[in-house]
Structure formats: structure tokens, C-alpha cells
């Protein structure tokens, strides 16, 4: 099916600490994995993205991983800031021309002081 | 930057009501949907348009939804009878579509609370 499992759900760490946050999918069809930071009461912000064609893709402290093997892909944030908290929400899409995003249900991300 | 506007931001309704929410998408954008996040929970697709029609609609999406977009700028859900379950937070995204540009861009939200 479409469905994307998100773990975990709750995450707290130290500031500085990394984090990692997984998501797996089943149809093989999965082409396109972005991940969405949404802050409470606000929309839902792209944060990093990566193709199926691709394995690893980096943007400063935040990198993400992709298994197509495994058919799942990781959220890495390293040097955790108390601002990286909020809600990350992994998503995936098919190929075709609709471009709809399934998501994840979310991992509550906080970042201790 | 160009980004999706949503009004209103905030709703409160008396079930049984109709309600309709409006999105101003990018301006050179070609896919248009909507979402929905019930408090707490993810984030969920009801519809997709293109072309002046549906392309996809989920299970959420029965008879009591309809989507418009009556001119060349607005993108608008309505909700003909509102019931509790109703409640939550739509978001409008909006994608360009072509080739490599496919990052949906998403609204603010419209806050619905059917009381």
C-alpha cells in the first residue's frame, strides 16, 4: 500500500546530540521522500528531500538517507539545537502525474538545553 | 518569496453548516490539493486537482466535499455539512509540476472547529 511507518513517535535529546528519526514504505513505486519540519501551529516546512536515484543527500546538519533495498529512509540531524524541536513529518510520493504525498505520522523531535 | 495563502485562518461553525475554505496558490503552479490534520495526528490527503478537475480524491473525500477553482487565482473547499469529526486543520499546497520542480508548498492552514 501507500502507508509510510514513522519511528519513533516521541524523541527527546541533549543539545548537541544527534537525532535520527526512520520511515518505512512498501510500493515499490516510492520515488520521492521529503521531510517536513511543522512547528506548532504552522504549516508543514520542507526541510531536506531525496530521489530515488540518489542514496544520501546532506544540508548542513541535516542529512537523509535513503535504502530503496530495505524500502526505508532516516532523518539525521547532528548538533542538535533547543530550535530543532518541533514535528517531523516524513512523507512519500509515486511517480504519475498526480504528485500526492502520504505521510508519516509524525516524531515529536525535543531538544533539551 | 511566492508563497500559498489560506483564509480564513480560523473557523468556527455549527454542524450542519457549510463552510468554505479558500486558497490563493503560487501563481505558476499547476497542481493544486488539499489536506487535512486532525489535532495531533498526520497529516492526510483528501484531493488533488489539475486541469480544472479532480485527479484524485481519497476516502475522506465523499459527497459532502467539493473543490472549486472559479477563477484563475483561487482554489476553494467546501464542506456542505459540517459534522464534528470535521474538525481540524486544512492545509492547501500547491506544486508546479514540471520536471524537476515538484516541491509542494504548503498554506498556513485554515484552523475548522464544527461545533
Known amino acids: 500500500g501507500e502507508n509510510v511507518e514513522q519511528h519513533p513517535s516521541t524523541l527527546s535529546v541533549q543539545e548537541g546530540d544527534s537525532a535520527v528519526i526512520k520511515c518505512t514504505y512498501s510500493?515499490?513505486?516510492?520515488?520521492?521522500f521529503p521531510w517536513y519540519k511543522q512547528e506548532l501551529g504552522k504549516r508543514p516546512q520542507l526541510i531536506i528531500d531525496i530521489r530515488s536515484n540518489v542514496g544520501e543527500k546532506k544540508d548542513q546538519r541535516i542529512a537523509v538517507t535513503l535504502n530503496k533495498t530495505a524500502k526505508h529512509f532516516s532523518l539525521h540531524i547532528t548538533e542538535t539545537q533547543p530550535e530543532d524541536s518541533a514535528v517531523y513529518f516524513c512523507a512519500r510520493r509515486s511517480g504519475g502525474s498526480n504528485y500526492k504525498l502520504t505521510f508519516g505520522k509524525g516524531t515529536l523531535l525535543t531538544v533539551n538545553p | 518569496e511566492p508563497e500559498v495563502t489560506q483564509t480564513p485562518s480560523h473557523q468556527v461553525t455549527q454542524m450542519g453548516q457549510e463552510v468554505i475554505l479558500r486558497c490563493v496558490p503560487i501563481?505558476?503552479?499547476?497542481?493544486f490539493y488539499w489536506y487535512r490534520q486532525i489535532l495531533g495526528q498526520k497529516v492526510e490527503f483528501l484531493v488533488s486537482f489539475y486541469n480544472n478537475e479532480i485527479s484524485e480524491k481519497s476516502e475522506i473525500f465523499d459527497d459532502q466535499f467539493s473543490v472549486e477553482r472559479p477563477d484563475g487565482s483561487n482554489f476553494t473547499l467546501k464542506i456542505r455539512s459540517t459534522k464534528l469529526e470535521d474538525s481540524a486543520m486544512y492545509f492547501c499546497a500547491s506544486l508546479r509540476g514540471q520536471t524537476m520542480n515538484t516541491e509542494a508548498f504548503f498554506g498556513q492552514g485554515t484552523r475548522l472547529t464544527v461545533v
Open positions: 510500493d515499490s513505486a516510492s520515488n520521492y
Open positions: 501563481s505558476n503552479h499547476l497542481y
